[in-house]
């Protein structure tokens, strides 16, 4: 079976507009969770999300697309554009390809419109992409009803186009040129760990040698933070939102909406040695497994299975692994049962792996969420460093994990990053370090 690597990282979080600033807000440990300014989320019970600061869509769509296009769109394609970017597969004409990480001034920064000045790797005309989202266009969706029935006025022909969920992918691949799969994948807060993993099968199996694979996601609006609010499931820590996302504490009471989008270059492995690529990891498994359950409450079981299934793809026994990082939404069931699933794979061998959340800084980005999580875990690996979950300040004590509460340097061969959705929909990722051989 052919070996998959990831050779490029873009991403737009509330930690950062680009995978370095974000990467470094979170082994600093600072929040990106704030309270709303979207909206007036006033009479919300939770009034508090991850928001991006400063992300100018100009920089990386044309100004007609910006206008036709929901904003889970822009993310999406700032994220591939810097992913391809970084993999060294995409410059301006005028720019200057780099196999480093984000070089300090790159191309897209330097200007809007630059999509239109692009140059792009011919190996991209027969790759692939998979972008996975949960609730796609529902800010363009609550816009337009808005615009409708309070103002009367009609909607725009572009609105079931901006807002459908595989028109990330669809965007992108026009983009760019992709005349590979280029497919939506919409499994809740799993979303982007599926997309990856069914972009990874795909180029294990020799059908691309290349793919665009994450999630994206624009949920701060009224109806996605008031939905979640009604279900129960969001934090109403209100009056110190840096403190409301607490995996696995004792006082969590439940996760912070999030928006953004990563984006990761996924290459088989002697084609990216080939070209002599950076190569950040080897994706060596992929489990996906469903609860048959419930609509929103977890089981650990499922969970189990999902973890169990992506270790025996990648041929990794429990106590070869040295990292986890954990789907950790902050909620009181999804905790208490991630917990329970990986103990039940990981038995006694738990005792020699570190777990962390970095939902605790960055809220949960729903179906962008897995994809941000393996590109950290990947980052982990290749910098030696694992990530720290915050406000962990009193440890769940039916728990018997091991959490990581601050950066810990040391060699990480092996990690896991695992998702779970709604619906019972659970996705694993295995990533160790990459031998070029």
Known sequence: MRKVVITGIGAVTPLGNDIVSTWDNIIRQRSGIRQITKFDAAALPSRIAGELKDFVPAVFLPAKDILRLDPFV???????LMAGEDAGLICQESGVRSQELNPPSPPFAKGGGNTEHLSV???LDSAGIVIGSSRGGITSIEKALERHLLA???????????????MAAAYMSMSLGIKGPALGISTACASGSNAIGEAFRMIQHGDIDIAFAGGAEA??????VGGYGASGALSGRNDEPAK?????????????????????VLEELHHAVKRDAVIYAEVAGYGTSSDAFHQTRPDSAGEAAAISKALKDAHVRPDEVNYINAHGTSTPLGDAAEARAIEQVFGASIAQVRV????????????????????ITALSIKRG?????INLENPDPAFGLHFATSMISGDINIAISNSFGFGGINAVLVLRQCNRN
Do not use: W
């Open 356 to 375: 962390s959340s970095c939902k605790s800084m960055l809220g949960h980005m729903l179906g962008a969420a897995g994809a941000l999580e393996a590109a």
């Open 152 to 166: 009367g006025k009609p909607f725009s022909p572009y609105l079931m186009s901006a807002s459908t969920i595989n």
């Open 244 to 264: 409301a996302s607490r995996p696995f504490d004792r006082d969590r009471d439940g996760f912070i909406v999030a928006e953004g989008a990563c984006v990761l």
């Open 385 to 389: 460093i694992m990530t720290p979950t």
């Open 219 to 224: 949920p701060v609006c009224r109806l996605a």
């Open 74 to 80: 822009h993310y999406a394609a700032a994220a591939a």
């Open 121 to 123: 790797d011919s190996q």
